[in-house]
């Protein structure tokens, strides 16, 4: 049971660079989500989808795009990279018939140079 | 919008000692509060959940309390171990289809020393 799948694990991009960060669930769920994580600041949402076809602004969406590409997989686009970037990256999923518990990939660091 | 504190941001305790880490949320109409422990290079796990129509709930040596009044919300670690040393942090969020919006705490980072 793989849960919630990211990659890259690791990326360096240079500044102007465009990548996109991909996310897979295999537990049947509605919603999916991108937080980044930044020392002393917690997990802060990127953006969310809380169904297949619908995308939300999170709390730091700028600098973003995101795309939910079917129920299984979002996926997380900078399209020109900057250095504030720079950040660890996860995705997540989660269910209401599960209580909303939400369960977390495994990261992905990010660096801007 | 939602502003979660979490405190203290390093405690460091003796092997078999309690632990407790406080929160406190800023919006009343938040009403689920899950707590997540993060071990080094791996992503969050969620380890005890409160929701609002309950004051306190146990799991083992896990417990996590909420005073909805008050607004904040404790987790209290007994007799921990060293295992127990990740960083944790709490959250909050209105639950139902917004149950996936958390309002993340800083984190604590909890060394058990043996």
């Known amino acids: 049971n793989a849960g919630v799948t990211q990659t890259p694990k690791f990326q360096v991009l240079k500044t102007g660079q465009s990548m996109t960060l991909q996310c897979a669930q295999d537990?049947?769920?509605?919603?999916m989500y991108w937080y980044r994580q930044d020392p002393g600041m917690g997990l802060r949402l990127i953006y969310y989808s809380a169904s297949e076809g619908t995308t939300d602004k999170g709390e730091v969406p700028n600098g973003y795009n995101v795309s939910r590409l079917n129920k299984r997989e979002f996926s997380l686009r900078l399209e020109s990279a900057a250095p504030s970037q720079t950040s660890v990256y996860f995705c997540?999923?989660?269910?209401?018939?599960?209580?909303?518990?939400?369960?977390f990939g495994e990261g992905s660091w990010l660096t801007v140079v | 919008g939602e502003n979660v504190e979490q405190h203290p941001s390093t405690l460091s305790v003796q092997e078999g000692d309690s632990a407790v880490i406080k929160c406190t949320y800023s919006d009343s109409a938040s009403n689920y509060f899950p707590w997540y422990k993060q071990e080094l290079g791996k992503g969050p796990q969620l380890i005890i959940d409160i929701r609002s129509n309950v004051g306190e709930k146990k799991d083992q040596r896990i417990a996590v309390t909420l005073n909805k009044t008050a607004k904040h919300f404790s987790l209290h670690i007994t007799e921990t171990q060293p295992e127990d040393s990740a960083v944790y942090f709490c959250?909050?969020?209105?639950?139902?289809?917004?149950?996936?919006?958390?309002?993340f705490g800083q984190g604590t980072e909890l060394s058990v020393k043996p």
């Open positions: 997540a999923s989660s269910d209401l018939r599960g209580g909303n518990t939400i369960y």
């Open positions: 959250a909050a969020s209105k639950g139902g289809n917004q149950g996936g919006k958390l309002i």
């Open positions: 537990m049947n769920h509605n919603s």
